[in-house]
């Protein structure tokens, strides 16, 4: 069965640090990758996709995000993470081969430390 | 365009009673995505809908029921409930020419 897994449970970082967030995939075809971001308290938001083109793929609030299939990878990067950045972060995939169901990861918790 | 809609926001129940929870899509939305949150599960895949019909299933025991109107806004159903029902529960509407998937506030559904 198709699987979404992401390294880190919980992340906990200062101010001005950068950050990378892992996420795999477990399933082959054609995917479509996404990252979403959960602050406290509200409801999930499109950080960032890729459907194809180039894998380097720039969001919102200066996240990126890099598509590598032979790794079966799409980590989520920021250079200089703010405390505003203190969120659950969501890695989905969906596949032509799964009926395009969304599979989530299990998330990673960020805290950023002022 | 308004975002997904979802009612209520929050519930109260007790064990062996049912429920109904709504969410109406972004318009132009055909396909609505129902998912359960809760800590230590995550995000999980209920079911989904599109033009009325359900498309895909979770995993998830017959209790859990939906369907979809014609003007895409669905409901999903709940019967004899239990402790464990309680969660998060999340609409999501899909945009069909770009495959995001946008999500509503959820339902805060809590069963004593």
């Known amino acids: 069965a198709q699987s979404v897994s992401q390294h880190n449970h919980h992340v906990i970082l200062s101010e001005a640090a950068s950050l990378e967030l892992g996420c795999n995939y477990s399933?082959?075809?054609?995917?479509?990758l996404f990252w979403y971001v959960q602050y406290p308290g509200q409801h999930l938001q499109l950080l960032l996709k890729y459907f194809s083109g180039d894998p380097l793929v720039k969001g919102i609030k200066g996240f990126e995000a890099e598509f590598i299939k032979s790794k079966f990878s799409f980590n989520l990067r920021k250079p200089s993470v703010q405390w505003s950045d203190t969120a659950e972060y969501f890695c989905a995939v969906t596949s032509d081969n799964y009926g395009q169901n969304f599979v989530f990861g299990p998330g990673t918790r960020l805290s950023v430390l002022p | 365009k308004a975002g997904v809609t979802q009612t209520p926001r929050y519930l109260i129940k007790t064990r062996g009673q049912q429920v109904t929870l709504s969410c109406s899509p972004i318009s132009g939305h055909r396909s609505v995505s129902w998912y359960q949150q809760t800590p230590g599960q995550g995000l999980q895949f209920l079911f989904e809908y599109f033009s009325e019909t359900q498309r895909n299933k979770g995993n998830f025991p017959g209790r859990f029921s939906g369907r979809q109107f014609s003007n895409s806004r669905s409901e999903m159903n709940v019967s004899t409930l239990e402790l464990g029902d309680s969660a998060l529960y999340l609409c999501?509407?899909?945009?069909?020419?770009?495959?995001?998937?946008?999500f509503g506030p959820g339902t805060r559904l809590t069963v004593l």
């Open positions: 399933y082959g075809g054609t995917v479509n």
């Open positions: 999501a509407s899909t945009d069909g020419d770009t495959d995001t998937q946008y």
